[in-house]
T-cell receptor, first 114, second 112 residues
Framework: GENVEQHPSTLSVQEGDSAVIKCTYS??????FPWYKQELGKRPQLIID?????GEKKDQRIAVTLNKTAKHFSLHITETQPEDSAVYFC?????????????FGSGTRLQVQP | DADVTQTPRNRITKTGKRIMLECSQT?????MYWYRQDPGLGLRLIYY???????NKGEISDGYSVSRQAQAKFSLSLESAIPNQTALYFC???????????FGPGTRLTVL
């Protein structure tokens, strides 16, 4: 089955700096890669996703890049703000029948220092 | 607003007891999922269902069972709870797979 590794497990940045979280996956058939944000005591919520037909996707201060050859993808947050402090999870899934469930990484706790 | 709800939100039980966690959704989604969250381990899939008659085991299904009573309801049971099942449990739904999943508020389960 799919295995997703996520690094770092914790990340502390100063407000205004950029943050980068990296994930690698094992199944070359995976072609959907979402990122979820979980604030303290809250449920995970999708913040951005990318499918394998594109290499990069942006949404305001958030971007995701995908390298299918190397089987890794990354989340980039620019101009970080205190409200970006949360746990971030990457995930991977295949469009193939029978392998459509998401496999999540272990999470990165991001702390943005004011 | 269409939502995903879970009951109970918190539960403390004893080893050997049978426990049922319930999930309901008003999003009209066919696909429903159960995950458990443990510190440092992320979200791990227990079971998932793509429709009422299609139920599949996830990566950690041992010790758990599920029932899909209707499109809107998906229950998770622990037949004989043990302490290492202490965790935060999330239900989620999606309109198709793979696509955005919408999570419920979670159930914090403690097995003593």
């Amino acid at each position: 089955g799919e295995n997703v590794e996520q690094h770092p497990s914790t990340l502390s940045v100063q407000e205004g700096d950029s943050a980068v979280i990296k994930c690698t996956y094992s199944d070359s058939a995976s072609n959907y890669f979402p990122w979820y944000k979980q604030e303290l005591g809250k449920r995970p919520q999708l913040i951005i996703d990318i499918r394998s037909n594109v290499g990069e996707k942006k949404d305001q201060r958030i971007a995701v890049t995908l390298n299918k050859t190397a089987k890794h993808f990354s989340l980039h947050i620019t101009e970080t703000q205190p409200e970006d402090s949360a746990v971030y999870f990457c995930a991977a899934s295949s469009m193939d029948t029978g392998r459509r469930a998401l496999t999540f990484g272990s999470g990165t706790r991001l702390q943005v220092q004011p | 607003d269409a939502d995903v709800t879970q009951t109970p939100r918190n539960r403390i039980t004893k080893t050997g007891k049978r426990i049922m966690l319930e999930c309901s959704q008003t999003k009209g989604h066919d696909r429903m999922y159960w995950y458990r969250q443990d510190p440092g381990l992320g979200l791990r899939l227990i079971y998932y269902s793509f429709d009422v008659k299609d139920i599949n085991k996830g990566e950690i299904s041992d010790g758990y069972s599920v029932s899909r009573q209707a499109q809107a309801k998906f229950s998770l049971s622990l037949e004989s709870a043990i302490p290492n099942q202490t965790a935060l449990y999330f239900c989620a739904t999606s309109d198709w797979a793979p696509n955005e999943q919408f999570f419920g508020p979670g159930t914090r389960l403690t097995v003593l």
